[in-house]
């Protein structure tokens, strides 16, 4: 499967604990986005990276939220002392450059206790 | 920022066409039309988009009216497995000419048998 993969799928943990997620894009994908989604909503912006330059962060992206993108390849977005109202979907999109197309993961939900 | 309107939901029998409108009233010119749909629990699905001309694929039509200014969405033979939430988005730009979708609710899409 050439698709975007998410590692975990699901995570459950403590209020007050860190996590981190990984997405895996499309390869040779050079465009990498993050999504947020709760229940009965569409998908909420979080960030965007072209190549390993982050180039946008949305006013959701709290400071206790960050991602990182070093080789241009894999990302990873983190959370830190995580709330209960960061219980979510996180959504991992890529797209190649020539278009704006993005193909999405299956997401890692998220839940704090 | 570009916004569309879709009815909440929508009903379709099994075998039968589902047209699903969507407007977008305040369009740029170089801003393109992009459905997804997303079936429970799963990642977004891309399935089609357009600029100004009608586009069809093996999933889906696009109709696009000549004033830009709204789509329909057409499944021309709706099956169960079509049950989903479908996003009408418009592609955004911003000042620094990143690019992002802004995503509505949707039109959560029942086919019955």
């Known amino acids: 499967d050439t698709g975007v993969s998410q590692d975990p799928r699901h995570k459950i943990t403590k209020r007050g604990q860190n996590v981190t997620f990984r997405c895996d894009p499309i390869?040779?994908?050079?465009?990498l986005y993050w999504y947020r989604q709760t229940l009965g909503q569409g998908p909420e912006f979080l960030t965007y990276?072209?190549?390993?330059?982050?180039?946008?962060k949305s006013r959701l992206l709290s400071d206790r939220f960050s991602a990182e993108r070093p080789k241009g390849s894999f990302s990873t977005l983190e959370i830190q002392r995580t709330e209960q109202g960061d219980s979510a979907m996180y959504l991992c999109?890529?797209?190649?450059?020539?278009?704006?197309?993005?193909?999405f993961g299956p997401g890692t939900r998220l839940t704090v206790l | 920022d570009a916004k569309t309107t879709q009815p909440p939901s929508m009903d379709c029998a099994e075998g039968r066409a589902a047209n699903l409108p969507c407007n977008h009233s305040t369009i740029s010119g170089n801003e393109y039309v992009y459905w997804y749909r997303q079936i429970h629990s799963q990642g977004p699905q891309y399935i089609i988009h357009?600029?100004?001309?009608?586009e069809t694929n093996e999933m889906a039509s696009l109709i696009i009216t000549e004033d830009r200014k709204s789509s329909t969405l057409i499944l021309p033979h709706a099956t169960l497995r079509d049950t989903a939430v479908y996003y009408c988005i418009v592609s955004h730009y911003n000042a620094g000419n990143n690019r992002k979708l802004i995503w509505g609710l949707g039109t959560s899409l029942a086919v019955n048998p």
């Open positions: 999109a890529s797209s190649p450059d020539n278009t704006d197309t993005q193909y």
């Open positions: 390869s040779e994908h050079n465009r």
């Open positions: 990276f072209q190549n390993e330059a982050q180039l946008e």
């Open positions: 357009g600029l100004k001309n009608n």
